[in-house]
């Protein structure tokens, strides 16, 4: 049993593999947080569910480390829940109201407010093999008046005891998503946020807690990661009285609703989780979550062509067959044609928004370009940007009213583009049946959904419709409404999340996407930091990697194809050069190397994943997955340059069997046999000389 009411005590327990997390009904009242961490026998703790009292300026303590309260009284913490009334009072006092267990693995803790008839349940599901909890809340009117919902928060998590706590997160920006992030908290609170309308590439919505003094293989570590795609908001927040609250779900920045009279809402869940196997432990019981629980299909990459760097708008039938052509020959399985196929999409200034094949560029239509990619062997892929139009468009001139717009503001144009409002019911039924269309008509195995930029001017033209701070939560409803009901019509397509690079990753999306563009930065040494902040929370099997060209188009910065291939094959493979200029020995390399992938893939897309060493803080980066059975194993390692005389660099492997043997390819046709504990403990030299270096090492079990 994964949950345990101990009624003498008034304690729940939820127990995971390697993990107990304890709270309570104390004497007042209160639904108090007692422990979460490596294993303890709940019924000894007792003695920790009291209420505490320290001076008339503050709230009880224990208060501050309530499961789940609303905002009143004396709670001057981060709140969960805010509402008003009907008739005005917005003070809530939630009391206990009993518990439900619709399941081994669920637990659900009622609360009602003391005068009010508004009921909240805080529901808990648990994943005991991955030590993981999934929290969320539904919040229910059962007034016969409308209640205004100012902030509900999917879960409050509590770290306690701690002798310093160490916030772990990342920020950004377009280009140069995910860049990790570490600083000590005190007393005060830290905001991680969207407030884009898009989980966004500034920040993430995932933390992580520790003592300061985890690391890749030990130590204690709390985490969390939200699933939601729009306007976001987690904080940290350390009390004066030493421990630390990490309340995240929906930003209640411009976000409150009406709950009308019998209606009820239910927040993005929250999932959190502890390990005492410090960063590493955290990341891949994240990732096994992930292909468990969270991701919509369990198919593994194909390799893709993608077009854009290669074309960007300049594409045509005849251009696109050349590449086609080009790429079947280096074994990639599926050919996508990015922007500039539809409408008058001659650049970003219009055509968005119109989604038909543009005759002049396709004078016999896409089918053509479908057959020769087919017959070639490879699917047919397409991008698409159903939530955004330009101003120059048939769709604009047709439905002005469509797009977000204060009536007596100037829209901001960003990328020459203005956005739907998905929040309407007309254009959620616009995106969903173009779409429909789409992938009717044509054979089109792939889609990659963009959104290039972020909501402006959250209103609508006419003032009755929705209510309107509603429209930042709807959005995203019918966005997630709309991924589903495409994915139930058309079952075989895949399906891509970007928003110019990584700007839309988050666990709500990846319910419903196969796999993430997780940056437009396609410089492999660029990539290894943000794949690395990606692989912290996300799975390498959804992140999508391509080898573009060299120098890059971006920094200048020239790169072996070898290290480009290393570094995207770390993830899903993809290729996004244009390849008719590439010479027969890149022709050939790039083919060994695809040939190379599909063999290993099985062990990227199932295995556990390894940093063994960071540039962030090294001249090298090594990272290892050990494939799902342990019989095979695959180490990229990567030098960025050297310091002459400096000691000999060894990689010491990790997740391995100590006793087995292992035979290890460090070139083709060049093995040695050494022992799990040989090559965990002292390890396998690096042998990497001069600037820009790659290897890719495979290890397979012999005995
Ligand atoms: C975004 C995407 C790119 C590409 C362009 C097309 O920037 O992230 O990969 O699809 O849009 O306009």
Same mark, same amino acid.
Request: net charge negative; with cysteine; proline share 4%.
């Given at each position: 049993?994964?949950?345990?009411?101990?009624?003498?005590?008034?304690?729940?327990?939820?127990?995971?593999?390697?993990?107990?997390?304890?709270?309570?009904?104390?004497?007042?009242?209160?639904?108090?947080?007692?422990?979460?961490?490596?294993?303890?026998?709940?019924?000894?703790?007792?003695?920790?569910?009291?209420?505490?009292?320290?001076?008339?300026?503050?709230?009880?303590?224990?208060?501050?480390?309530?499961?789940?309260?609303?905002?009143?009284?004396?709670?001057?913490?981060?709140?969960?829940?805010?509402?008003?009334?009907?008739?005005?009072?917005?003070?809530?006092?939630?009391?206990?109201?009993?518990?439900?267990?619709?399941?081994?693995?669920?637990?659900?803790?009622?609360?009602?407010?003391?005068?009010?008839?508004?009921?909240?349940?805080?529901?808990?599901?648990?994943?005991?093999?991955?030590?993981?909890?999934?929290?969320?809340?539904?919040?229910?009117?059962?007034?016969?008046?409308?209640?205004?919902?100012?902030?509900?928060?999917?879960?409050?998590?509590?770290?306690?005891?701690?002798?310093?706590?160490?916030?772990?997160?990342?920020?950004?920006?377009?280009?140069?998503?995910?860049?990790?992030?570490?600083?000590?908290?005190?007393?005060?609170?830290?905001?991680?946020?969207?407030?884009?309308?898009?989980?966004?590439?500034?920040?993430?919505?995932?933390?992580?807690?520790?003592?300061?003094?985890?690391?890749?293989?030990?130590?204690?570590?709390?985490?969390?990661?939200?699933?939601?795609?729009?306007?976001?908001?987690?904080?940290?927040?350390?009390?004066?009285?030493?421990?630390?609250?990490?309340?995240?779900?929906?930003?209640?920045?411009?976000?409150?609703?009406?709950?009308?009279?019998?209606?009820?809402?239910?927040?993005?869940?929250?999932?959190?989780?502890?390990?005492?196997?410090?960063?590493?432990?955290?990341?891949?019981?994240?990732?096994?979550?992930?292909?468990?629980?969270?991701?919509?299909?369990?198919?593994?990459?194909?390799?893709?062509?993608?077009?854009?760097?290669?074309?960007?708008?300049?594409?045509?039938?005849?251009?696109?067959?050349?590449?086609?052509?080009?790429?079947?020959?280096?074994?990639?399985?599926?050919?996508?044609?990015?922007?500039?196929?539809?409408?008058?999409?001659?650049?970003?200034?219009?055509?968005?928004?119109?989604?038909?094949?543009?005759?002049?560029?396709?004078?016999?239509?896409?089918?053509?370009?479908?057959?020769?990619?087919?017959?070639?062997?490879?699917?047919?892929?397409?991008?698409?940007?159903?939530?955004?139009?330009?101003?120059?468009?048939?769709?604009?001139?047709?439905?002005?009213?469509?797009?977000?717009?204060?009536?007596?503001?100037?829209?901001?144009?960003?990328?020459?583009?203005?956005?739907?409002?998905?929040? %309407? #019911?007309?254009?959620?039924? +616009?995106?969903?049946?173009? &779409?429909?269309? !789409?992938?009717?008509?044509?054979? $089109?195995?792939?889609?990659?959904?963009?959104?290039?930029?972020?909501?402006?001017?959250?209103?609508?033209?006419?003032?009755?419709?929705?209510?309107?701070?509603?429209?930042?939560?709807?959005?995203?409803?019918?966005?997630?409404?709309?991924?589903?009901?495409?994915?139930?019509?058309?079952?075989?397509?895949?399906?891509?999340?970007?928003?110019?690079?990584?700007?839309?990753?988050?666990?709500?999306?990846?319910?419903?996407?196969?796999?993430?563009?997780?940056?437009?930065?396609?410089?492999?040494?660029?990539?290894?930091?943000?794949?690395?902040?990606?692989?912290?929370?996300?799975?390498?099997?959804?992140?999508?990697?391509?080898?573009?060209?060299?120098?890059?188009?971006?920094?200048?910065?020239? %790169? #072996?194809?070898?290290?480009? +291939?290393?570094?995207?094959? &770390?993830?899903? !493979?993809?290729?996004?050069?244009? $390849?008719?200029?590439?010479?027969?020995?890149?022709?050939?390399?790039?083919?060994?190397?695809?040939?190379?992938?599909?063999?290993?893939?099985?062990?990227?897309?199932?295995?556990?994943?390894?940093?063994?060493?960071?540039?962030?803080?090294?001249?090298?980066?090594?990272?290892?997955?050990?494939?799902?059975?342990?019989?095979?194993?695959?180490?990229?390692?990567?030098?960025?340059?050297?310091?002459?005389?400096?000691?000999?660099?060894?990689?010491?492997?990790?997740?391995?069997?100590?006793?087995?043997?292992?035979?290890?390819?460090?070139?083709?046709?060049?093995?040695?046999?050494?022992?799990?504990?040989?090559?965990?403990?002292?390890?396998?030299?690096?042998?990497?000389?001069?600037?820009?270096?790659?290897?890719?090492?495979?290890?397979?079990?012999?005995?």
């Amino acid at each position: 049993m994964s949950i345990c009411y101990l009624k003498e005590q008034n304690l729940f327990e939820i127990r995971t593999h390697r993990s107990t997390y304890l709270f309570g009904i104390n004497e007042r009242g209160t639904v108090q947080h007692v422990y979460w961490g490596s294993p303890v026998e709940a019924s000894e703790c007792a003695d920790r569910l009291k209420p505490r009292h320290h001076s008339s300026f503050d709230a009880a303590i224990d208060q501050e480390t309530e499961e789940f309260g609303g905002w009143g009284g004396t709670h001057f913490a981060e709140p969960v829940l805010r509402a008003t009334f009907s008739d005005g009072v917005r003070d809530l006092k939630m009391v206990y109201d009993g518990f439900g267990q619709p399941g081994d693995r669920e637990l659900v803790i009622r609360l009602k407010d003391a005068h009010y008839a508004l009921r909240v349940e805080v529901h808990y599901r648990v994943i005991p093999e991955f030590d993981l909890i999934e929290r969320y809340v539904q919040v229910y009117n059962d007034e016969t008046q409308p209640v205004k919902i100012e902030q509900i928060m999917s879960a409050v998590w509590s770290v306690q005891a701690l002798p310093e706590y160490r916030l772990t997160h990342v920020t950004g920006r377009w280009a140069a998503e995910f860049q990790l992030r570490s600083e000590t908290l005190s007393e005060g609170k830290k905001t991680l946020e969207s407030r884009r309308g898009f989980t966004g590439p500034h920040a993430n919505p995932w933390f992580a807690i520790d003592n300061g003094k985890a690391d890749e293989t030990s130590g204690q570590v709390w985490f969390g990661a939200l699933g939601w795609s729009g306007n976001w908001k987690i904080v940290a927040e350390k009390t004066t009285f030493g421990h630390v609250r990490v309340v995240g779900g929906v930003n209640d920045f411009d976000s409150s609703f009406v709950l009308d009279p019998g209606s009820s809402f239910t927040t993005p869940v929250f999932t959190g989780g502890y390990t005492s196997e410090g960063f590493g432990g955290m990341s891949r019981n994240l990732h096994r979550y992930q292909a468990e629980y969270v991701l919509p299909s369990s198919r593994p990459r194909k390799v893709l062509y993608n077009s854009w760097e290669a074309t960007y708008f300049d594409v045509t039938a005849e251009g696109q067959k050349a590449l086609a052509r080009r790429a079947a020959r280096l074994g990639v399985e599926r050919f996508v044609v990015d922007d500039g196929w539809f409408g008058a999409r001659n650049s970003d200034r219009a055509g968005l928004g119109d989604w038909y094949v543009n005759p002049e560029k396709f004078p016999n239509g896409l089918q053509e370009l479908i057959d020769e990619v087919k017959g070639l062997g490879m699917e047919f892929g397409l991008w698409v940007e159903p939530e955004s139009v330009n101003p120059d468009s048939e769709l604009f001139r047709k439905h002005p009213e469509w797009v977000y717009h204060f009536p007596t503001r100037e829209g901001t144009l960003l990328r020459n583009q203005l956005l739907l409002n998905l929040a %309407l #019911p007309e254009v959620k039924a +616009f995106v969903l049946d173009f &779409m429909t269309e !789409l992938l009717s008509r044509y054979e $089109i195995s792939f889609i990659k959904w963009d959104m290039n930029r972020t909501v402006t001017e959250p209103g609508t033209m006419s003032a009755e419709g929705l209510e309107g701070r509603s429209v930042w939560i709807r959005h995203v409803e019918n966005l997630y409404e709309i991924w589903a009901e495409l994915r139930r019509r058309f079952p075989d397509v895949e399906f891509e999340t970007c928003a110019g690079g990584g700007g839309r990753i988050d666990l709500g999306i990846l319910r419903f996407a196969d796999q993430a563009w997780i940056s437009d930065n396609t410089d492999a040494r660029d990539r290894l930091t943000i794949q690395e902040g990606f692989g912290y929370v996300y799975s390498p099997s959804v992140m999508m990697c391509w080898v573009t060209e060299s120098p890059h188009g971006f920094n200048g910065r020239s %790169l #072996p194809l070898s290290f480009r +291939f290393h570094s995207a094959m &770390m993830g899903g !493979l993809g290729i996004g050069a244009d $390849i008719t200029g590439w010479s027969e020995e890149e022709m050939e390399e790039a083919a060994r190397w695809v040939a190379v992938y599909k063999e290993i893939r099985p062990t990227i897309m199932q295995g556990d994943l390894y940093r063994l060493e960071s540039m962030r803080n090294t001249n090298a980066a090594a990272y290892q997955y050990v494939g799902q059975d342990g019989q095979e194993a695959v180490v990229f390692a990567f030098l960025h340059s050297q310091h002459f005389g400096s000691e000999e660099r060894r990689l010491r492997l990790q997740g391995l069997d100590p006793n087995a043997v292992y035979e290890v390819e460090s070139a083709p046709g060049a093995t040695v046999q050494r022992h799990g504990s040989t090559l965990m403990n002292l390890g396998i030299p690096l042998t990497l000389q001069g600037d820009y270096k790659s290897r890719l090492i495979r290890l397979k079990r012999v005995d």
